[in-house]
């Protein structure tokens, strides 16, 4: 009897150890989050998680200032390889169908024969996060266009104005030297889908400089963006 009785005691420290193992288990198997915004970041090492983070979490505050909140369910994860036509540019890709940013990891980037950016400066962990705000961006603004309107220069106007606006000062004094000549767009009409294709980086100085020459009516002009589209 004595026995049994010692079994029974022993029967709830062995449920509470297993319980202890199963949580442990789930927890390791859930995704790492940013703190601030929730955004999901498995598969990241712990510096390049904290870079991601903060990258993310830039774009999403400079958007808020602007009118436009962030609503959850994102993730940002790794990207195995570059694709096969890897050109040194294309550095990540928003997936809309999986609300999921596809992002090649900082070494892979630079190991690419190629080690210059769109921009035309060498790659390095600032500008590989901005790239990373870049996508967000992409990600929030998707989550408040109206319905039906066209979205893919819209949305690489938004893109660039937020990769531009929230890299590091010194980085984004550089690259507009580099681009020294470049004027902005005269006209919501001159902005074009077509340049941004042949030229991504010079498409984004010239939507840079237009956004700030709107001054204060620039956050305005990203909502109508958003409600409107552009047509080119």
């Not at 010692?6 to 949580?23: E, S, Y």
């Not at 609503?71 to 294309?90: C, F, H, N, V, W």
């Not at 690489?156 to 580099?178: D, N």
């Amino acid at each position: 009897m004595k026995r049994a009785k010692a079994c029974l005691q022993r029967w709830p420290i062995v449920v509470l150890l297993a319980g202890a193992a199963f949580f442990a288990h789930v927890t390791a198997a859930e995704p790492m989050r940013c703190e601030r915004s929730g955004i999901a970041v498995p598969q990241w090492s712990a510096a390049e998680r904290e870079r991601v983070c903060a990258s993310a979490e830039a774009a999403i505050a400079f958007l808020r200032d602007a009118g436009f909140k962030y609503r959850d369910g994102l993730t940002i994860r790794p990207l195995e390889k570059p694709p096969a036509q890897y050109r040194g540019s294309e550095v990540g890709h928003f997936d809309i169908e999986r609300n999921e940013i596809q992002i090649l990891p900082l070494t892979t980037v630079t190991q690419a024969k190629r080690l210059h950016s769109a921009f035309d400066v060498p790659m390095t962990p600032a500008l590989w996060g901005s790239y990373i705000s870049h996508e967000v961006a992409h990600a929030v603004a998707e989550q408040h266009f109206a319905s039906g309107v066209r979205r893919f220069t819209a949305s690489e106007y938004v893109a660039a104005v937020v990769q531009l606006a929230t890299m590091e000062p010194a980085l984004r004094k550089t690259i507009l030297a580099r681009f020294a000549d470049l004027e902005a767009y005269e006209s919501v009409e001159a902005i074009s889908s077509l340049y941004y294709l042949m030229a991504p980086g010079q498409f984004a100085v010239k939507v840079y400089r237009h956004y700030l020459e709107l001054g204060d009516a620039g956050p305005g002009f990203l909502r109508w963006l958003l409600l409107h589209g552009l047509q080119r």
